[in-house]
Nanobody, 129 residues
Framework: QVKLMESGGGSVEAGGRLALSCSGS????????VGWFRQAPGKGREVVAV????????TYDDSVKGRFTVSFETTDNTLWLYMQNLQPEDTAVYFC??????????????????????WGQGTQVTVSS
């Protein structure tokens, strides 16, 4: 039922910034874990940032902590990922994701891809050195 679609990917030089957006529709549960995963070639989808829509407290992977910010706009159900000081290691396809919840938890921050119920189609982020 939930539909997600990312936009905002592109190519930037190291040190640059990008903002990714994820438009969402069909939300019906009281709460959702929402956030972003990324997948580099030869690797699985790994969590980047996650928050519960009920408390909107972002949790971040150590690799992006201090550089990325996740935000959920409740007026239009748009999920954002603000990325700054991008590095070549950030190059990946970025996916937004959602999981219905009955509480304010999001797996203690260790949100695995197999727990995700809804995925966006992905958007490519390429960072040159």
């Amino acid at each position: 039922q939930v539909k997600l679609m990312e936009s905002g990917g592109g190519s930037v030089e190291a040190g640059g910034r990008l903002a990714l957006s994820c438009s969402g529709s069909g939300y019906t549960a009281d709460y959702y874990c929402v956030g972003w995963f990324r997948q580099a070639p030869g690797k699985g989808r790994e969590v980047v940032a996650v928050m519960n829509t009920g408390d909107r407290i972002g949790t971040y992977d150590d690799s992006v902590k201090g550089r990325f910010t996740v935000s959920f706009e409740t007026t239009d159900n748009t999920l954002w990922l603000y990325m700054q000081n991008l590095q070549p290691e950030d190059t990946a396809v970025y996916f937004c994701a959602a999981e219905p919840r009955l509480d304010l938890q999001c797996h203690g921050g260790t949100w695995y891809s197999y727990d995700v119920v809804y995925w966006g189609q992905g958007t490519q982020v390429t960072v040159s050195s």
